[in-house]
């Protein structure tokens, strides 16, 4: 049974400051990982033939719904759900409903700033509407190529069509739409151009994302990393790149674009890491709390909560966590260098 909180409910009391990291960093951003199965097999997050986790490891709702409040009340204020692909989990949009009530909450008050969801957009056609009902007004859409053939092999199983259907969709049911587009020399450097065009002219931002050395795909990343220091000035040769102060909450870095008015993102890992200003965990869809995704260590918060540990016992444990974040991640990609900089892959993690 799915514990609701009505909107209605006595408003709940602030317990304690927002969660302090050793650095002094305010932890407020949890991502969330519902499931770390996707109906797609990106080169640079999976393998070709994934192991998947068996069911009886992943939370369910109700218990996810329990940490989330945790975390809530610990200072969190922004929350974006993940996978894998976090539409392919069945009743995913009701529990997104749930996590909803925790939004408008006045000042002073445990609650959501801000509640987000990243998709590959394959599913969007039939949840854009549900997702907006439940208080989501902004969501990422990964999508590396317009070009059809380029989406099937970096995808491996995808079709762009159907993305393409979904983003409309989510366009005509009032959400904002960002584009998250991962840049890869040799695949997709050739298309920056015109996907800049083109989310210009569907109303959508763009952002850039470097690759990160992130688990055994079966692809070599090495000849494929693209740095963004490198693409912005290519970029800056042929359109008007404006210094702005806008700020989500994540590690992107905006410009907005002088031509078409949209806001253009880069996210640089490995050329200019943004750890000093990081404000972020992730939590898995197995309870696993990871403080920094680009390092191993990390707390598991499903055995404390199947042991029946109370709200109160599941913040400590928060706490205990934060405590042990590190100041920054470790990526390397190079020749002379491992390139898998951790072992667990990325859609099991969240992004």
Known sequence: MTITLPRTATPVPVSSAPVTDPFGRSISYLRVSVTDRCDMRCVYCMAEDMVFLPRAEVLSFEEMQRLCGAFIRSGVRRMRITGGEPLVRRGVVEFMSELGLWLGRGEGECGLDELTLTTNGSRLTEF??????????????????????????????GSLDRTLDGIAHARAAGLAVRINTVAMRGVNEDEFDELISWCGRIGADLCLIETMPMGDTG?????????????RSRLAARWTLQEIGYRTGGP??????????RRLGFITPMTHNFC???????????????MCLGQDDAADLRE?????????????????????????????????QDTVGVARHMSATGG
């Open 128 to 157: 854009a509407e549900g997702l907006y009902e439940a208080g989501v007004r902004r969501i990422n859409v990964s999508l590396d190529t317009l070009d059809a053939q380029r989406f099937k092999a970096v995808t491996r199983v």
């Open 219 to 231: 692809e070599d990343r090495t000849d494929r990393y693209l740095p963004l220091s490198l693409v």
């Open 252 to 261: 992107a870095r905006y410009v907005r674009i002088g031509e078409t008015g």
């Open 276 to 290: 000093e200003s990081c404000n972020r965990v992730r939590l898995n869809c197995t309870g696993t709390l990871y």
């Open 304 to 336: 404390p909560l199947r042991r029946g540990a109370s709200d109160d016992d599941l913040m400590h444990e928060i706490r205990l966590a934060i405590a042990r974040k590190p100041k920054g991640h470790d990526f390397i990609i190079g020749r002379r």
